[in-house]
């Protein structure tokens, strides 16, 4: 109805207006249209995403055309240019409210899905007496097989501390030593935040939690990560493993809405290396 009303306006106009006005007129706003335009766009696509474009409609070029050589064609022109532009701005921001839109629904479901794990002890004591608190017991000893374990798995040295970081981070969790794994993939990510191998590290470390039952700490490790480093390697894989950690704190729908999120921004991984695992995922979830 808008471009409808624009066009309607423009075409009265023609009868009453003389043409090098009506093209003067227009061409203000094709311009102003186009600024908006790129403005949307930054915010769409931020950080010089490959997927920025410019507008496909552009003004023609040539030599100059005294005011009154200007014809009825050349303003019809212009009105096509503005119903373009502005139909491509309406849909670039309503991208950017339903990317803002789907972002904080997946926040408040993590919020939500951590926050049983953190209130339960608080609730299990509500409403009774305070109770006397057992003589804390003399720490357990390392086990020493488990110590000679670890200490033979070698952290690499080959010249890339990031790299090096997270391969002995990977070593210790292929061991199935949880904890040190832990500690160790934090600290890589942490300590190189900036490095591609972030990313797979704090998916990992994610999937450490799951391996270590603790779902609840991996869906905010996983998060984290789709979060942060949308563009890293291993974001899909942290949306599935995601969606486990949901599936095994209860909460399926959420779990499907992370799969159905992982195949609207990764549609070539969910469809192709991770194609399996999501359909496995659906199915553990229970989705439609």
């Not at 939500?112 to 339960?120: E, I, L, R, V």
């Amino acid at each position: 109805m808008k471009t409808i009303g624009i066009t309607i306006l423009l075409t009265g106009l023609l009868a009453s207006t003389p043409l090098s006005a009506q093209s003067a007129g227009v061409d203000k706003r094709v311009d102003r249209l186009e600024q908006e335009m790129r403005a949307v766009q930054r915010k769409v696509f931020p950080g010089g995403s490959t997927r920025y474009f410019e507008p496909e409609i552009t003004a023609e070029t040539g030599p100059a055309t005294p005011a009154a050589a200007v014809t009825s064609s050349a303003v019809s022109d212009l009105i096509a240019r503005v119903d373009a532009l502005e139909a491509s701005l309406a849909n670039l921001t309503g991208q950017v409210e339903e990317n803002g839109f789907r972002l904080k629904k997946i926040e408040d479901q993590m919020a939500a899905a951590a926050a049983p794990a953190s209130s339960q002890p608080a609730t299990s004591t509500s409403g009774s007496a305070p109770k006397t608190a057992p003589a804390p017991a003399a720490e357990a000893a390392p086990d020493p097989e488990r110590v000679v374990a670890v200490a033979a798995i070698v952290m690499p040295d080959t010249g890339d501390a990031a790299e090096d970081s997270y391969i002995y981070g990977y070593r210790l969790w292929d061991a199935k030593f949880y904890p040190e794994a832990q500690t160790q993939l934090k600290k890589t990510v942490e300590d190189h935040p900036g490095h591609r191998r972030a990313s797979f590290a704090q998916n990992l470390l994610g999937r450490a939690y799951l391996d270590d039952n603790k779902p609840a700490l991996a869906s905010v490790a996983l998060y984290e990560n789709y979060q942060k480093r949308p563009r890293g390697e291993r974001a899909p894989d942290s949306l599935y493993f995601l969606s486990t950690a949901l599936v095994q704190l209860e909460k399926k729908a959420d779990a499907c809405r992370v799969l159905a999120e992982m195949e609207d921004v990764y549609p070539e991984v969910a469809n192709g290396r991770l194609a399996a695992r999501v359909t496995s995922g659906k199915a553990a979830a229970d989705c439609k």
